[in-house]
């Protein structure tokens, strides 16, 4: 086995057996060795797992963990050469491991490599980002995407860029997230104090910091119900949430005043697009309501 593929379910049983369904191959073929990690299920999701699912080693826990703890469980029990955490609401495409792992052998520096993740409409999610330094949210809240093509490209924002090229990236939403064991260790697994939201953000930077790249390689597909569990627990609450946990993570680990610089920035900038486009005025008094949070946050 190359990968240990760390699922973790909550709450999601139907998602979950396409998921495992889709994983099955890759473990008949020996190149994936699939667990379970379930945050105390009250769906029947651990019992699912038992009965249709025999070759998945299951761990069901009493009390939700969260994520990164889960995954790290994960992690501590298994020697393979990768690791692969994964959200219960994706479906790997035939080939989509084989081609992330291929990517990953082809460039020795990658930590971690990412899938193109496909949303149910068709489209590709936009699941790359670049680090939300002060210098980037200084950048896009002056409005530099709108120089050039090039800009925009290298700033990967949302429907700005080509999900078909294969690139590096700063970090990855990690859905479905091939990392490398020895990239792993180096930065330590998941920090389990990110207990739900920016954990990806977290790995991709202490990643970067340990001296390993992250990868996109869209060859490799990957199906993605996004937000199945988190709409369940906060729905319409979950967008406040991330925002809240992002900024924590940059207060933890970029200190109070890179904190603050970008969280004004981000503030003045929807502020000022929500005066010059009156027809997107009530979305961007939206976002300068959620950034306000890294203005409040204390250590």
Not at 141 to 168: F, K
Not at 217 to 237: L, M, Y
Request: glycine share 8%; proline share 4%; net charge positive.
């Amino acid at each position: 086995m190359s990968v240990a593929v760390a699922v973790v379910s909550w709450n999601t049983r139907d998602l979950l057996r396409a998921c495992l369904e889709s994983l099955h191959a890759d473990a008949d073929a020996g190149r994936a060795e699939v667990w379970v990690v379930d945050n105390a299920s009250a769906d029947g999701s651990a019992a699912l797992v038992r009965s249709a699912f025999p070759w998945v080693r299951l761990l069901a826990l009493d009390e939700n963990l969260g994520f990164g703890r889960a995954v790290n469980r994960v992690a501590a029990r298994t020697a393979t050469a990768w690791v692969a955490p994964a959200n219960a609401d994706v479906a790997v495409e035939p080939g989509a491991l084989r081609a992330l792992v291929a990517a990953g052998q082809r460039d020795p520096g990658a930590g971690a490599v990412a899938p193109r993740l496909v949303l149910p409409d068709g489209s590709t999610q936009h699941s790359v980002y670049r680090f939300p330094t002060v210098p980037f949210t200084a950048a896009f809240n002056a409005g530099l995407y709108r120089v050039s093509t090039r800009a925009r490209e290298a700033m990967l924002l949302e429907g700005m860029w080509d999900p078909d090229r294969p690139r590096v990236v700063d970090w990855a939403v990690g859905a479905l997230l091939l990392v490398r064991r020895a990239a792993w260790d180096a930065a330590g697994g998941f920090d389990e104090v990110q207990w739900m939201y920016a954990e990806d953000l977290d790995l991709g930077w202490r990643l970067a910091r340990a001296g390993w790249r992250t990868r996109y390689e869209p060859s490799a597909r990957v199906h993605h119900d996004a937000s199945a569990a988190t709409t369940q627990a906060w729905g319409d609450e979950r967008t406040a949430r991330w925002q809240r946990a992002t900024y924590a993570w940059m207060l933890r680990r970029r200190g109070v005043a890179r904190t603050r610089a970008a969280a004004g920035l981000n503030v003045a900038g929807a502020l000022g697009r929500a005066a010059l486009f009156p027809s997107a005025r009530r979305t961007n008094l939206g976002w300068a309501r959620l950034h306000r949070v890294g203005l409040e946050l204390r250590p």
